[in-house]
């Protein structure tokens, strides 16, 4: 009878705290500033892509959502792959990241650094726009973020300082930067090169003094951060993986604004990322690619691939397709290649 009694009281106090808890996350003050992480500022479509959410938010929340940003992940010392775990512990309250970055703790999201699975961006768009996008955001959800939008980093070309890239025999022992997944080690390991894993803070200063020959990012990166000055004076365009940006907030975060808040930073996000993906894209979508040519016009080597030359770098990293197929999801795979076959170009 006592321990009945006991039983029945533990469970009306759990119900109140739980009652207590769920009123409590809805009467939570805002906070005066939300702490948005990014890995690159506003001099590149990324972090021009967290300004336009940022700003949307403010304003069509008249301030009642204040977001600043802070570049360089310099919320977690730089350290770009530690990022993801620090939005679910809280220590980042929203971000627009990278794909690469998270995918050491979402193994799924390895899906995009597959070597040579999207072929075009209609092949991107038709990813993170269709089913696979959809699973992808529903285990972010499961996570531990509020994943709200895409938006996209580019295609990764290679660049080095060394000579033309036209074969992968070409690669041969080049020192080549990459990030911090397992998986880029494989592929470029795969392609006879020496890649060494370092965060974009710590690479740059090591190609301009010359302790890595080369790396792989959009060439929205390469411009802006004029890697043409740090002895990259060699691009070859392979379009061998495209990373994606992902705009997310933390969930508990989250649970602290009204529901027709949380719609609005949704639409926000949303619409940044739309503008976010043109930015992207520009100067690379245009008949004639004006954006190759004002690469060549910095003095830099642009090697365009035969179709020949492109299907060499395809089967020396089709070993490492194939290992990671089944960490990434044999079933997301398989979704995801029937629905690049099935694109609208
Ligand atoms: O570190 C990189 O190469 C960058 C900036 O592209 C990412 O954060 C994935």
């Given at each position: 009878m006592k321990s009945r009694r006991t039983l029945v009281g533990l469970v009306a106090a759990a119900a109140a705290l739980g009652a207590f808890s769920s009123a409590a996350a809805a009467d939570t003050p805002y906070k005066s500033e939300y702490r948005m992480s990014l890995v690159?500022?506003?001099?590149f479509p990324w972090g021009k892509g967290g300004q336009i959410w940022a700003d949307l938010v403010k304003e069509r929340t008249k301030g009642r959502i204040n977001i600043k940003l802070y570049p360089g992940v310099s919320l977690i010392q730089?350290?770009?792959?530690r990022e993801f775990s620090a939005l679910r512990q809280g220590v980042i309250d929203m971000a627009v990241g990278s794909t690469i970055n998270w995918s050491p703790q979402?193994?799924?999201?390895?899906l995009f650094s597959l070597?040579?699975?999207?072929?075009?961006y209609a092949a991107i768009d038709a990813l993170t726009h269709g089913e696979v996008g959809k699973q992808m955001f529903a285990t972010l959800d499961k996570t531990g973020v509020v994943p709200l939008a895409w938006g996209e980093n580019g295609y990764r070309e290679l660049t080095n300082s060394k000579r033309p890239v036209h074969t992968p025999a070409d690669l041969r022992r080049l020192k080549i930067r990459v990030v911090g997944s397992p998986l880029f080690l494989d592929t470029f390991t795969a392609l006879g090169a020496n890649p060494t894993q370092m965060s974009w803070t710590d690479a740059q200063p090591a190609f301009a003094s010359g302790a890595v020959d080369g790396q792989e990012n959009p060439l929205s990166i390469f411009t802006a951060a004029k890697l043409q000055n740090v002895g990259q004076k060699n691009i070859t365009l392979w379009g061998y993986v495209a990373d994606p940006l992902i705009f997310v907030v933390n969930k508990e975060v989250w649970s602290t604004w009204t529901p027709a808040d949380q719609a609005v930073v949704r639409q926000a996000a949303i619409d940044a990322g739309k503008q976010e993906i043109a930015i992207a894209r520009k100067g690379l979508?245009?008949?004639?690619?004006p954006l190759l040519k004002d690469i060549a016009a910095l003095g830099v080597n642009v090697v365009q691939l035969t179709p020949q030359e492109r299907e060499a770098f395809v089967k020396a990293t089709r070993p490492v397709y194939n290992k990671w197929k089944p960490t990434i999801g044999v079933d997301l795979v398989n979704t995801a290649e029937k629905t690049i076959a099935a694109r609208k170009k």
């Open positions: 690159l500022g506003t001099a730089g350290d770009q792959t979402v193994r799924q999201l390895n070597p040579f699975l999207m072929p075009d979508i245009e008949p004639g690619q």
